[in-house]
């Protein structure tokens, strides 16, 4: 009786020294090798977190305590998945990077990091926190160049419109529309995302331009003509009629 009476304190105090060892992995690891009672050892053994003392007591533990080896084998196997998801975390934050100074960001690229990414399950971190600043400026990006591509597409609609009216409008007119526009696109053209732009949208709309500013300047010649020719036979008129007033 006294000798059970012993160990029952004595696996009392090991398990009252096993719960006050949280944060003190190493006397931790120290205890589980040397306790004598397995509850203690297990209760230890939930304070390792460093890679190398869950290494040190699994190797001792394996073949003595299963339920010890078997936490310290779960252990490192989750810190295994967990630098792995890091390390992929920090390889998509790097893509993120590169694709942010591409003057060429297209929609695609965004869009299967943001799935690889997703996929990660990133941890939380550094990595985390600065792939979210990144991502935030790549979707900002992304919103100038479909502003700017809608802008060319309008500005295009805006130069037919005023191609199909310059027989109706006075020709002053229709070249101060066309170079009023002419700007605004070039103003366009010269944006920090104007690169990654559909390749036909700049080229259509300046042969366009070319062909408008043509025909308004055939319109314009006609003018200039029709223009001298009133101008002469309103001199041939006057002419005539001071001939008459003459006679």
């Known amino acids: 009786a006294e000798i059970k009476s012993r160990q029952k304190h004595a696996r ?58 078997r936490l310290m084998q779960g252990k490192i196997e989750t810190g295994r998945q967990l630098a792995k998801r ?12 590169r694709l942010l100074i591409d003057a060429q960001l297209m929609p695609n690229q965004v869009a299967d ?16 926190q600065a792939f979210a600043v990144v991502r935030v400026t790549l979707h900002e990006r992304l ?15 805006e130069l037919r419109k005023i191609a199909n009216a310059l027989d109706d409008a006075l020709p002053d007119a229709g070249a101060s529309a066309l170079d009023q526009l002419a700007l ?7 944006a920090a995302e104007a ?20 025909n308004l300047a055939v319109q314009q010649q006609r003018q200039r003509l029709l223009s001298a020719r009133a101008t002469a036979l309103s001199e041939w008129e ?8 003459l006679a």
């Not at 009252?16 to 992995?25: F, I, R, S």
């Not at 390889?91 to 990077?97: G, I, K, P």
């Not at 990091?113 to 985390?128: C, M, Q, V, Y």
């Not at 690169?195 to 043509?214: G, I, N």
């Open 195 to 214: 690169a990654a732009l559909p390749k036909h949208l700049l080229p259509a709309f300046r042969q366009e331009l070319d062909t408008a500013r043509q």
């Open 86 to 97: 890091e390390q992929r975390a920090q390889q998509c934050l790097e893509q993120a990077r």
């Open 113 to 128: 990091l943001d799935r690889d990414w997703s996929a990660i399950d990133a941890p939380e971190g550094p990595a985390r």
């Open 143 to 157: 919103a100038c160049q479909a502003q700017l591509q809608r802008a060319l597409i309008d500005a295009l609609a």
């Open 12 to 69: 009392q105090a090991a398990l009252t020294q096993a719960g006050a060892l949280e944060g003190q992995e190493a006397a931790a690891a120290e205890f589980i090798l040397q306790c004598g009672f397995a509850d203690a050892r297990l209760i230890a053994a939930a304070f390792i977190h460093s890679h190398a003392l869950q290494e040190q007591v699994y190797s001792t533990m394996r073949n003595t305590d299963r339920r010890v080896a």
């Open 238 to 245: 006057a002419a005539l009629a001071a001939l008459a007033a």
């Open 184 to 190: 605004t696109v070039e103003q366009h053209a010269a």
